[in-house]
């Protein structure tokens, strides 16, 4: 669904069972994957069997036992961990270049950034 478009499945911003905080939005995802629920295209909720059908997709079917481990994992949890723990990585990288021009523009001295000057820890090897 990613792949054709980006298809976004619409999930409900308020509702689920509580038990892990992903059953509902799981669930919601899983039938617009079947053909039964709803994708957001232009804003607007459109049943998932015309969006799939537009896009050549066929609804997906689970097997046994397939769906209950779709909506009781912890996909998507972990999905929102890897975008999240993405954009940390973007931020780290874009501070770390801030500060070096920041320092450029400043005339500022490297003698700051020696071992000498680090607080007391453990000896670092010198290379």
């Known amino acids: 669904m990613i792949n054709r478009g ?7 911003s308020l509702g689920s ?3 892990s905080g992903d059953l509902a939005p799981l669930a919601h995802i899983g039938l ?7 994708f957001i295209l232009d804003g607007k909720r459109v049943r998932s069997s015309e969006v799939l059908r537009s896009v ?3 609804p997906y079917r689970f ?13 998507c949890i972990t999905g929102i961990l890897a975008y999240e ?19 450029d523009a400043l005339g500022a001295t ?9 607080a007391p820890g453990p000896p670092t090897r010198a290379r």
């Open 110 to 118: 490297r003698k700051a950034f020696t071992p000498w000057a680090v």
């Open 32 to 38: 617009a994957m079947m053909g039964e629920g709803e």
């Open 85 to 103: 723990l993405s954009r940390a990585y973007e931020l780290m990288q874009a501070a770390v270049v801030s500060s070096i021009m920041s320092l």
């Open 17 to 19: 069972v509580g038990a």
């Open 63 to 75: 097997g046994a036992k397939e769906a209950v481990a779709f909506i009781n994992g912890t996909s």
């Open 56 to 58: 050549g997709l066929e």
């Open 6 to 12: 980006g298809l976004t499945p619409y999930v409900p």
